[in-house]
């Protein structure tokens, strides 16, 4: 990971690794929830949720899909397209994906506003922490 000058997304994606480490031990697919601005290589598929499935719902189905059937390389793990596209798994009709959209949203929205405070927080404590140690700020 690393930054550069230039992106090719903007958005909420999830990208899922194609070729290296794409497959975790138990089976499931290495992924990633991307957001903003990026930019990725040509090693990992980037994917979007289609109404009325969101990102948020196709990044649960795919956390717990099994793609052990679709890896192929003898020396180095991939995901082609064309194995990933013809992946079969099991949807709920769209109803039921309403629901369970609403249902799920609150929850990764409150991670996401956790891992912000986390992110502040830590940023917080390696400001003050050195300083603390160094007498340069003191408690009373």
Known sequence: MDEVNEYLFDGEYIL????????????????????????????????????????????????????????????????NQGNLKAMVVTIPPPEVAIKIGKAIDPLYDKVNVNNTQIATLTALRDTLLPKLMSGEVRVA
């Open 16 to 79: 899922l690794g194609e070729d290296g480490t794409v497959i975790t031990d138990k089976g499931y697919p290495v992924l990633q929830y991307a957001t903003g601005k990026f930019w990725v290589n040509n090693h990992a598929h980037v994917l979007r949720g289609k109404l009325p499935f969101s990102n948020r719902m196709l990044w649960c189905l795919l956390k717990t899909t099994s793609v052990v059937d679709i890896v192929t390389g003898a020396v180095q793990p991939k995901i």
